[in-house]
T-cell receptor, first 112, second 111 residues
Framework: DTEVTQTPKHLVMGMTNKKSLKCEQH?????MYWYKQKAKKPPELMFV???????INESVPSRFSPECPNSSLLNLHLHALQPEDSALYLC???????????FGPGTRLTVL | EDKVVQSPLSLVVHEGDTVTLNCSYE??????LLWYKQEKKAPTFLFML????IEKKSGRLSSILDKKELFSILNITATQTGDSAIYLC???????????FGAGTILRVKS
């Protein structure tokens, strides 16, 4: 298995909802990442997990809460989001921290 | 602050043309430079460059890094309509383990 998968593909949620985004890889990669990408902009790093521990939090608001239950899975828990949080959320993984990152197809999130 | 600048921002060419995309960077403790192609969804990895002057090649695509002048180029020869995409350049610093992306170059290849 040489890909990163993400679910759901699309998500529409209200500002009071709680939802989660999921990311999975079975390449044995030990680093996993969450990025946010707005339309016509490059991806912006949110979080980095290395060996299942959070190593980077790019000053992301607490309404985004990452979780890495094991080396293959990465979740992003969403609560009380704002309409400006609507974006494509990309997950990526790499063999170790550093080096080429392989991206999943993303979750297109719309916050109403 | 780490910075990556790509040029041109957008480009329209005809099938068969050769294009050169540019990426310049300023980063503390440079580790590597990566090129990605993004169509509708996820960026797909093209090249990772760590050493100056060594060309990486994959089919019609090639890339080279100049660590002295702090830039890289991505060449695409004999362009096809399937090459139409956003090409992203990203730089990785040794510390922090994060990629800093440039704004991208939007390439459109007309048939």
């Amino acid at each position: 298995d040489t890909e990163v998968t993400q679910t759901p593909k699309h998500l529409v949620m209200g500002m009071t909802n709680k939802k989660s985004l999921k990311c999975e890889q079975h390449m044995g990669h030990r680093a996993m990442y969450w990025y946010k990408q707005k339309a016509k902009k490059p991806p912006e790093l949110m979080f980095v997990y290395s060996y299942e521990k959070l190593s980077i939090n790019e000053s992301v608001p607490s309404r985004f809460s990452p979780e890495c239950p094991n080396s293959s899975l990465l979740n992003l828990h969403l609560h009380a989001l704002q309409p400006e949080d609507s974006a494509l959320y990309l997950c990526a993984s790499s063999r170790f921290t550093g080096g080429e990152q392989f991206f999943g197809p993303g979750t297109r999130l719309t916050v109403l | 602050e780490d910075k990556v600048v790509q040029s041109p921002l957008s480009l329209v060419v005809h099938e068969g043309d050769t294009v050169t995309l540019n990426c310049s960077y300023e980063v503390t403790n440079f580790r590597s430079l990566l090129w990605y192609k993004q169509e509708k969804k996820a960026p797909t990895f093209l090249f990772m460059l760590t050493s100056s002057g060594i060309e990486k090649k994959s089919g019609r695509l090639s890339s080279i890094l100049d660590k002295k002048e702090l830039f890289s180029i991505l060449n695409i020869t004999a362009t096809q309509t399937g090459d139409s995409a956003i090409y992203l350049c990203a730089v990785e610093a040794k510390y922090g383990n994060k990629l800093v992306f440039g704004a991208g170059t939007i390439l459109r290849v007309k048939s």
